[in-house]
């Protein structure tokens, strides 16, 4: 029944995700707001389709939370060397994008930059997925039984015997009279 439900949500994500990508097609990307309106639009694309495994039951029950260290180790990182190539390739020449390209071209990574920039719409996606994946499950609740309070008797808890072993002696041997040697 989960892999229906997931099956379910895998299918309207996408639906979403590609909706969200039309959309960023209409929209003109020639100034820097259009620029930055399309590229987060591909974004949230991205993060729609990891969270649609999330809600899906990807992580089999519990509440989304927040997952510190993917955050970190994981998106962090992502976040730096995607945002420096959707900087990079702006339409307009403002103070953010001649930095990065020049920076870009002072620690020897300007070819990598160039090339990258005609894949800004895949960046952007792989971004909101991979902010998408940050996300994860509790796991499922467990309803603890509450403590007593201080006036309140704690329920008897019978005592659990011990397990016992059965030790059995070892068998007696009586002398066979037929196997008892003779003196010489």
């Given amino acids: 029944m989960i892999g229906t439900v ?67 180790i994981g998106f962090l990182p992502v976040l730096v060397a995607g945002g420096w190539v959707l900087l990079a390739g702006q339409p307009d020449a403002n103070w953010f994008q001649r930095h990065i390209v020049s920076w870009s071209g002072h620690a020897g990574i300007g070819g990598l930059v160039g090339d990258l920039r005609e894949t800004l719409a895949v960046i952007a996606f792989g971004i909101g997925l991979v902010f998408g994946l940050t996300f994860d499950t509790t796991g499922p609740t467990v309803v603890a039984e509450p403590e007593p309070t201080a006036g309140e008797e704690a329920p008897p808890v019978e005592p659990v015997p011990a397990p016992t072993a059965i030790v059995h002696p070892p068998p007696v041997r009586e002398p066979d009279p037929r196997r008892e040697r003779q003196p010489v």
Avoid at 8 to 19: R, V
Avoid at 42 to 60: C, D, N, P, R, V
């Fill in 6 to 72: 997931r099956g379910l949500f895998t299918l309207a994500g996408a639906g979403i995700a590609g909706l969200l990508i039309w959309l960023s097609t209409q929209i003109g990307e020639g100034t820097t707001g259009g620029y930055w309106a399309v590229y987060g639009i591909l974004a949230g694309a991205g993060l729609t389709m990891a969270l649609s495994q999330l809600f899906g039951g990807w992580t089999k029950g519990g509440r989304p939370r927040l997952s510190l260290g993917v955050l970190l």
